[in-house]
Nanobody
Framework: VQLVESGGGLVQPGGSLTLSCVASGFTFNRYFMRWYRQAPGKERELVVQISSAGATTNYLDSVKGRFTISRDDAKNTVYLRMDTLKPEDTAVYYC?????????WGQGTQVTVSS
């Protein structure tokens, strides 16, 4: 099983980034997909999840209206579009796949929002 994130980087406040997570080694379309983040000195938090069929999404309140999750089951990929980024969005962002007791993680990608 592999989850490989990409797309992180340094961006100015108000800017945008799109993260990608390519999955392999499991039946992607059967899994909920999630993005977590962890800022320095803070606990890891769930940012957003999307159901296996893509019908439902749940966002952390602080990112509602700014972040958008999507999935492409044909490409085994989940995306996180982040707009109007704020310094407090700075964190390592992790991709997660979950189904029953299965719980898979990527290695994380750093997002830094700073002028």
């Amino acid at each position: 099983v592999q989850l490989v994130e990409s797309g992180g980087g340094l961006v100015q406040p108000g800017g945008s980034l799109t993260l990608s997570c390519v999955a392999s080694g499991f039946t992607f379309n059967r899994y909920f997909m999630r993005w977590y983040r962890q800022a320095p000195g803070k606990e890891r938090e769930l940012v957003v999840q999307i159901s296996s069929a893509g019908a439902t999404t749940n966002y952390l309140d602080s990112v509602k209206g700014r972040f958008t999750i999507s999935r492409d089951d044909a490409k085994n990929t989940v995306y996180l579009r982040m707009d109007t980024l704020k310094p407090e969005d700075t964190a390592v962002y992790y991709c997660n796949a979950g189904r029953g007791r299965d719980d898979y993680w990527g290695q994380g990608t750093q997002v830094t929002v700073s002028s």
